[in-house]
């Protein structure tokens, strides 16, 4: 069983900073991928970026490079979406996503999703 609750969305001034969390229970395999995703009023949601169970590969959206870093601490099983320099563009609400592909355990594969956590950018 997975469970992933998101936390530290809230309301911040365009060129600000916030530090969102997700909070990662059940099974961790060494294999999952961790990532972010957001939602914006009247859009589809889409990729923010995505780590490995290492921490040594990250991937981001163009639209999000170099001011928003991806993180995670094992220990505590969190993982972490560091904003900086946000843009009104960024308001939405954003989804911890663990993506599951164990071979030898097919019915545990898929994508888990946290609950989100709203993120709004005032200009």
């Known amino acids: 069983q997975v469970q992933l609750v998101e936390s530290g969305g809230g309301l911040v001034q365009a060129g600000g900073s916030l530090r969102l969390s997700c909070a990662a229970s059940?099974?961790?395999?060494?294999?999952?991928?961790m990532g972010w995703f957001r939602q914006a009023p009247g859009k589809e949601r889409e990729f923010v970026a995505r780590?490995?169970?290492?921490?040594?590969?990250?991937d981001y959206a163009d639209s999000v490079k170099g001011r928003f870093t991806i993180s995670r601490d094992n220990a505590k099983n969190t993982v972490y979406l560091q904003m900086n320099s946000v843009k009104p563009e960024d308001t939405g609400v954003y989804y911890c996503n663990k993506h599951r592909s164990v071979p030898t355990m097919p019915v545990m594969n898929g994508d888990y999703w946290g609950q989100g956590t709203q993120v709004t950018v005032s200009s």
């Open positions: 780590i490995s169970w290492s921490g040594r590969t990250t």
């Open positions: 059940g099974r961790t395999f060494s294999t999952d991928i």
